[in-house]
């Protein structure tokens, strides 16, 4: 099992920044990607941005290109995704996935976290 445990979600103006943390612990040799996903109030989850195991490969949703970056510390075990420029269509609750293959399906995940709130609102 893995457990997968996201942090960061806040209240944000509109041009300002966030950083979200997914911490991941357990049997973390079954993981070979993680990815970010949100679900805006009404709308289906969507794919945001994915991150190998290793950091060497990365990719984002077209919406996020240029704004978001997805980084990760092996050492401590954790992703970061880094929001520039948000937008109020950003708000929505972000969930942290891990999963045994590198992808942008939602069903290649096995585990997910609980998701935090990010609101973009002046």
């Known amino acids: 099992q893995v457990q997968v445990v996201e942090s960061g979600g806040d209240l944000v103006q509109p041009g300002g920044s966030l950083r979200l943390s997914c911490a991941a612990s357990?049997?973390?040799?079954?993981?070979?990607?993680m990815g970010w996903y949100r679900q805006a109030p009404g709308k289906e989850r969507e794919f945001v941005a994915v991150i190998s195991w290793t950091g060497d490969s990365t990719y984002y949703a077209d919406s996020e290109k240029g704004r978001f970056t997805i980084s990760r510390d092996n050492a401590k075990k954790k992703v970061y995704l880094q929001m520039n420029s948000l937008k109020p269509e950003d708000t929505a609750v972000y969930y942290c996935?891990?999963?045994?293959?590198?992808?942008?399906?939602?069903?290649?995940?096995?585990?997910w976290g609980q998701g935090t709130q990010v609101t973009v609102s002046s």
């Open positions: 357990g049997s973390i040799f079954a993981i070979s990607s």
């Open positions: 996935a891990a999963g045994p293959i590198y992808g942008t399906r939602s069903y290649q995940y096995d585990y």
